[in-house]
């Protein structure tokens, strides 16, 4: 079912998205990640295969530090739970990342029009398409980033939960839903994201579900 965890916010946001993430166990998974970026616009990943604790251990033997960031449990689709295939995924240039739950079902056709194109990609997801086709979009026609994601939906045919952050855009995390459950906490000076409510209940009551098709920023 993968879990979704995203912080906005004045909290050290790595152990607010672990703890986050590790009360969406429940939904099973086979690999974790997180992405943050810190107040110099510099972005770091982490991710593991299995349980949470390995990627507790990627990040005690390479602690990352930052302002605002989102994490992710993945229970495999396309491609194997490896290390490699664990979410977050970035675009071409390493700038945009992007979580997902659920499947995007013309990814292959995306894919192979990026690669027309001369992107790379890394992995065997779904969801390294989402991640390169709005970076596309911001490279080559200067959009920003909530324009590129709105336009990247558009092209989108499947059942999905995207939650995207970039280094270029501070303290901005960009959600949106068509199908899979995106729950929003407004805080006193902090945002949240998630994909239920439990990681956000000891924080804020002040919470509310997107619809299907609703974008928040």
Not at 86 to 97: E, I, K, M, N, Y
């Amino acid at each position: 079912m993968c879990g979704i965890v995203g912080y906005v916010g004045d909290k050290q946001v790595v152990p607010l998205i672990i703890e986050g993430l590790r009360k969406l166990e429940y939904r099973g998974y086979d690999s974790a990640g997180i992405a943050v970026v810190d107040g110099d616009h510099h972005m770091e990943l982490r991710r593991a295969e299995g349980k949470l604790r390995n990627l507790e251990e990627a990040i005690r033997e390479n602690p990352l530090h930052g302002n605002y960031g989102i994490g992710h449990t993945r229970w495999a689709t396309h491609g194997r739970p490896t290390e490699e295939n664990a979410h977050p995924h970035r675009d071409q240039s390493g700038r945009v990342v992007v979580v997902h739950n659920g499947i995007i079902e013309n990814y292959l056709q995306l894919k192979e029009r990026l690669q027309a194109l001369e992107h790379e990609f890394k992995t065997e997801t779904d969801t390294e398409v989402v991640a390169h086709l709005i970076g596309h979009y911001i490279e080559t026609e200067g959009l920003d980033l909530e324009m590129a994601v709105r336009k990247t939906v558009k092209e989108l045919r499947g059942i999905f939960a995207l939650s995207i952050i970039s280094k270029d855009e501070p303290d901005t995390i960009i959600s949106v839903r068509e199908g899979p459950p995106v729950v929003v906490g407004l805080g006193d000076g902090e945002t949240f994201v998630a994909s239920d409510i439990p990681p956000i209940l000891q924080y804020t009551r002040d919470v509310f579900f997107l619809g299907d098709g609703e974008i928040a920023v």
